[in-house]
């Protein structure tokens, strides 16, 4: 019943629903963006030091075990109300298993043919675009699954600093006591995370089988 009351209620604002929808994926897309702009090149500068890694994962991990609700409170006398603050702790959500995991992906990597790379005269940089970045992939897009998840999810934060999103209905719903209203942001979430962990779940799989082609042509 609850269900249906939160569906017709969409059907009857749905401009109200469409902006709150587009906000939260775009706070999510922002973040994820930066996220991986600032794990992934770290991951695979740190990968070949476990001292490096060690160190760079446990740095962000930190950050990682503060609650967002906190890190939203942190931000407010610096960064205001509104985006920007929801946008930070989402970041800090998104980069701990993007870094992770490409840290594991690139150690992963067969250090014979790195090496057979480097005697062929090809740079660094040739060697992590060319050979490790298509064989760890998999993990990254693994990674890049788990910060998305996390990110939908989180996302829902944004509400108590302005930040808008679905998570408007979830925080007026609790404070009205309109569970149609609650469900009306929750389920959306929801459905987003799931479609989220199906789609990179098939695109790692996709890439996976890819992978284990290509180091057996190696």
Do not use: Y
Not at 24 to 33: G, K, N, P
């Amino acid at each position: 019943m609850n269900l249906i009351e939160a569906f017709t209620w969409v059907l009857s604002h749905k401009s109200t629903f469409m902006i709150a929808l587009n906000q939260h994926l775009w706070m999510c897309i922002v973040a994820m963006s930066i996220g991986a702009v600032i794990a992934i090149p770290l991951g695979f500068f740190v990968a070949h030091s476990r001292r490096a890694s060690f160190i760079a994962i446990n740095i962000v991990g930190a950050f990682r075990s503060i609650p967002s609700l906190a890190i939203l409170s942190a931000a407010l006398p610096f960064l205001g109300i509104g985006f920007l603050p929801s946008v930070v702790a989402l970041i800090v959500l998104a980069v701990p298993p993007l870094l992770l995991n490409t840290v594991v992906g690139v150690a992963e990597v067969d250090a014979t043919v790195t090496d057979a790379a480097t005697g062929m005269g090809m740079s660094r940089l040739q060697i992590a675009m060319k050979i490790e970045l298509p064989l760890a992939l998999g993990p990254i897009i693994s990674g890049v699954k788990i910060a998305s998840i996390q990110v939908i999810g989180g996302a829902a934060l944004a509400s108590f600093v302005g930040g808008g999103g679905l998570g408007d209905f979830i925080s007026t719903g609790i404070a009205i006591m309109d569970m149609p209203r609650l469900l009306v942001g929750a389920v959306p979430i929801a459905l987003l995370a799931i479609a989220a962990e199906v789609g990179f779940s098939f695109l790692e799989r996709r890439v996976s089988r890819r992978t284990v082609n290509l180091s057996g042509d190696q």
